[in-house]
């Protein structure tokens, strides 16, 4: 065997040991209380920003006894927002007709936030949640979809404001729990949501077990995160990059 034979083999099987070990000990930790599993349902589309969804997945399918499911309109590879067809529903909408999580993602919202198929969808799955979540924009979709009339909610701070026009009521916070109605801030604050749902779900014991295993204790090298933290020109520049990212080029494919 040569050494980068080797070295690959001898890696892959201490990582293997590492993070078994750490799940069966996790496992005999979580109280189930005889209860069944969980079923979370994560929402994806076309020009969704992948951490939105992939943040709370990896906290959540930590849990033993926590099924995670992709759904999209219609199932199989989803495009998000950086353009590569990097993820895959395995389920259309007509495929779920419950969950006891649903969590809607962020993103280029503009083609969900219309389609009234998708909507309708939302309203369905919701009617039987414990939990109905979102990260990002995503909270504009569970505005659209009526499910956050009288509600506070937050949302990317780009966006926040424009929960008004769904008769919520913005909050500038890392994520807001309002009854069963979760949501999280831009991208990142949906790791920390998903860890709130893991300690309410679980209790703190587990949730922190989770958050070493993914070993979530950021500490950023810079101190621009929030728009109370942030340069005036700082968030002019962040303002013309979404537009960048997301406007332009909507607006390029609608010529």
Not at 190 to 203: H, P, R, S
Not at 229 to 246: G, L, V
């Amino acid at each position: 065997m040569n050494r980068r034979n080797f070295l690959k083999r001898t890696t892959a099987a201490l990582a293997s040991a590492g993070f078994m070990a750490t799940g069966t000990r996790l496992a005999a930790q979580v109280p189930t209380n005889g209860r069944r599993s969980v079923d979370v349902v994560i929402f994806l589309y076309d020009r969704m920003t992948a951490l939105d969804a992939i943040g709370p997945y990896e906290v959540l399918r930590c849990v033993p006894g926590v099924r995670v499911r992709f759904v999209a309109k219609a199932a199989g590879l989803v495009r998000p927002d950086s353009g590569l067809p990097m993820l895959n529903a395995e389920y259309g909408i007509s495929d779920v007709t419950s969950a006891d999580i649903l969590l809607i993602p962020g993103g280029d919202a503009s083609r969900p936030i219309q389609d009234q198929e998708v909507l309708e969808w939302i309203r369905r799955i919701d009617q039987a949640t414990k939990w109905t979540t979102s990260v990002c924009v995503g909270s504009l979709i569970l505005g659209a979809a009526g499910l956050l009339k009288g509600v506070r909610a937050t949302s990317h701070w780009n966006t926040l404001q424009d929960l008004k026009h769904f008769g919520a009521e913005p909050v500038e916070s890392r994520f807001v729990r309002e009854g069963k109605i979760m949501t999280a801030a831009g991208v990142s604050a949906g790791i920390d949501m998903a860890l709130n749902l893991v300690a309410l779900e679980y209790g703190e014991d587990v949730a922190k077990s989770v958050q070493l295993l993914i070993e979530y204790d950021p500490h950023p090298p810079l101190d621009s995160g929030s728009t109370t933290k942030a340069s005036a020109a700082t968030i002019d520049r962040a303002r013309q990059m979404a537009r960048d990212m997301y406007v332009q080029p909507r607006e390029a494919a609608l010529r």
